[in-house]
């Protein structure tokens, strides 16, 4: 599915010795369909930086990403483009709603900008799996942290992805949601035999994990 | 057409930048607009006058100079009558290097009870006249008959009206296409019809005579043999026929195209500053735009989005904002521009004749494409940078 071929990434930083350092030292990664693959490790230990070079969206200093057959970084950015609109589906830790947009439209932006067919009642069923779907005609600045986050991931279950990366999905969320987003995506792993790449802090995501990461320092260990 | 439709989304759901950028537009498209309507209204203005006067000298007593002038009468409309003896048309005609020679007499009417209303009435010759017949055969294919009359389009008579001058009864039989001049307010008649209103006139005790004997003229326009040296022939004239003064039409016109390119000049610099200054801020507002966005931007890459489309989306956007600006603007000057067509033109005190439909919304058109394309222009910087935004970073947290 996703392989990584010894990926660094490397940050121009004065440190004590040199004029960089590595947020995420060279790595070698695989990830299996069928799979839930829990990240964990402290903040600013290069988790965020491992993921957007594993999904296409920071091309790493060193090394290859493939995914099937496809060298990721060197395609064309079109096709590139529009791998991560369809196979590749991204939940990034930060705020990532189009405020233009109602709910249900930014859950279905990857199919429009793809120009696939529009799947809106599969949409309507991943909110309302995740509990917002009242909220799919409300524009986003109306929302919560927690809503937002959830419509992020609504939003990548609906691109029907082979591969889900998902930054902190569970941050803003209560422990109920928590539960419900993990066990969702482990669902999506499980029966629709896809891979799904979660980073979390959340100790809890331990035991929904079928294959579990540490990182530290920007080196990567499996536990 | 996903570009497209996202771009309109953009628009429509903010309204306020949308409207800000399209005003930008707008007030460029009116300023270039308008401006150049204007410019060619008081071209094609210059050009019938010239077509109109249509000779080289014109002849007309030396009293005309001080008394009503005769640029006046041709550039403004006001009325006035000068008579000089019917002999001077030979005399002018024996002058060497004279081709032609027309007569015209003027009559004003008055605001009375015998004539219906007050305006200025031009007799001219049909065998001899070669610079008003042309303009009147477009409206009228044959000749002016007896107690027929041709009106100027700003004249209140419709054709086949009939209008009291002296309480004489004359049918108007044609209105005359627009020359923009002072020739749009008066009335032509030809000569016999003329002599019948200027006996009327006489015995109304409106005193036109000279001591000249029974037939007057008031005006000889004449054309020059090609390859005579046109002052010459002025002076000549000037020399032969006694108290008449002869005036080159160039002169009358040099004063008009001087004046003309004086505002020519201040509404093209006029364009040209407010374009200069749309394209500026247009261009800084993109910009400042790009920061606003940075965000929307990494978040459509994220889910798909190249950055061509990306590229061409702002592009669209603009461009929609420049065709919203350019057609506000282009309403704005033709709501300006055409009610008050008149009160510019005696504000400007220069013939003034609007272009043909045509030409007009050749301009608009032109005018619209040409707000688009600033509009465009000027989110090329902000087009670049915004597809170029690196979704990896810009969505990490803390934002
Ligand atoms: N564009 C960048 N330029 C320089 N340094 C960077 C850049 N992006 C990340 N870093 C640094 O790389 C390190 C790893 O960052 P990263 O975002 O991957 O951490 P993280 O493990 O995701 O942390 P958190 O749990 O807080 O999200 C940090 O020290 C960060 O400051
Ligand atoms: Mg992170």
């Not at chain 2, 603007?329 to 272009?355: D, H, K, N, R, T």
Request: hydrophobic fraction near 45%; charged fraction near 20%.
């Amino acid at each position: 599915m996703i392989k990584a071929e010894h990926i660094s990434m490397r940050y121009f930083r004065k440190t004590g010795t040199a004029n960089y350092f590595y947020a995420v030292q060279p790595t070698d990664l695989s990830i299996q369909p069928g799979e839930l693959a829990v990240l964990m490790g402290r903040s600013g230990s290069g988790k965020t930086t491992l993921l957007n070079m594993l999904s296409g969206l920071l091309k790493p200093t060193e090394g290859t990403v493939r995914m099937d057959d496809l060298d990721l970084y060197s395609l064309d950015d079109r096709v590139l483009s529009r791998l991560r609109g369809t196979k590749i589906a991204v939940v990034p830790q930060g705020r990532s709603a189009i405020d233009t947009l109602t709910v249900l439209e930014n859950v279905l932006l990857p199919a429009r900008l793809c120009a696939c067919p529009l799947h809106v009642e599969a949409a309507v069923k991943h909110l309302e799996h995740l509990g917002i779907a009242h909220l799919k005609d409300a524009r986003p600045p109306e929302l919560s942290g927690g809503e937002l986050r959830r419509m992020s991931i609504a939003r990548a279950l609906s691109q029907g992805p082979d591969i889900l990366f998902a930054d902190e999905p569970t941050s803003d969320l209560d422990d109920e949601n928590t539960f419900l987003v993990l066990s969702m995506l482990r669902a999506f792993a499980h029966e629709e035999k896809k891979a799904v790449f979660v980073v979390t802090h959340e100790n809890d995501a331990r035991q929904y994990a079928d294959r579990l990461y540490g990182m530290d320092g920007g080196i990567l260990t499996e536990k | 057409m996903k570009n497209f439709s996202l771009a309109f989304n953009n628009l429509i759901r903010r309204p306020g930048r949308t409207l800000a950028l399209a005003l930008l537009s707008a007030f460029l498209s009116l300023a270039v607009f308008g401006g150049s309507v204007m410019v060619l209204s008081l071209r094609s203005g210059l050009h019938s006058l010239e077509a109109r006067l249509g000779a080289d000298i014109i002849v007309v007593p030396s009293q005309a100079q001080s008394k009503v002038s005769f640029q006046n009468m041709f550039l403004q409309g006001t009325t006035g009558a000068f008579y000089m003896n019917a002999s001077a048309l030979d005399q002018a005609l024996e002058v060497e290097g004279v081709e032609k020679a027309a007569p015209q007499t003027f009559l004003a009417s008055l605001k009375a009870d015998c004539c219906s209303i007050k305006i200025q009435v031009i007799g001219i010759d049909p065998e001899l006249d070669f610079t008003v017949q042309p303009w009147i055969a477009r409206s009228l294919s044959r000749g002016l008959g007896d107690m027929d009359v041709a009106v100027g389009c700003k004249v209140e008579a419709e054709v086949g009206e009939i209008i009291r001058i002296y309480d004489q009864r004359c049918k108007v039989v044609a209105r005359l296409e627009a020359t923009g001049t002072g020739l749009d307010t008066a009335v032509y008649c030809n000569m016999e019809t003329m002599n019948a209103l200027l006996a009327a006139a006489e015995a109304k005790g409106v005193s036109h005579k000279i001591e000249s004997g029974d037939e007057v003229i008031s005006a000889i326009y004449v054309k020059v043999k090609d390859g005579c040296d046109i002052d010459k022939v002025n002076s000549r004239l000037n020399g032969h026929i006694r108290k008449v003064t002869a005036v080159r039409t160039r002169s009358m016109i040099t004063g008009v195209s001087d004046s003309l390119s004086g505002i020519s000049r201040t509404i093209t610099l006029l364009i040209a500053a407010v374009w200069g200054l749309a394209l500026i801020i247009l261009l800084l507002i993109s910009v400042l735009i790009i920061r606003e966005r940075v965000r929307e931007f990494a978040v459509l890459r994220l889910v798909g989005a190249s950055r061509g489309m990306l590229g061409r989306m702002v592009l669209t956007e603009s461009s929609l904002c420049g065709l919203l600006g350019g057609l506000i603007g282009v309403g704005a000057a033709a709501l300006l521009l055409f009610p008050f067509a008149q009160l510019i033109e005696s504000a400007l005190q220069l013939p003034y004749l609007m272009p043909s439909a045509a030409v007009i919304l050749l301009l608009a058109l032109g005018t619209v494409l040409l707000a688009v394309a600033v509009s465009a222009l000027s989110s090329m910087i902000a087009a670049y940078r915004l597809s170029r935004v690196d979704p990896g970073t810009t969505l990490r947290e803390g934002n």
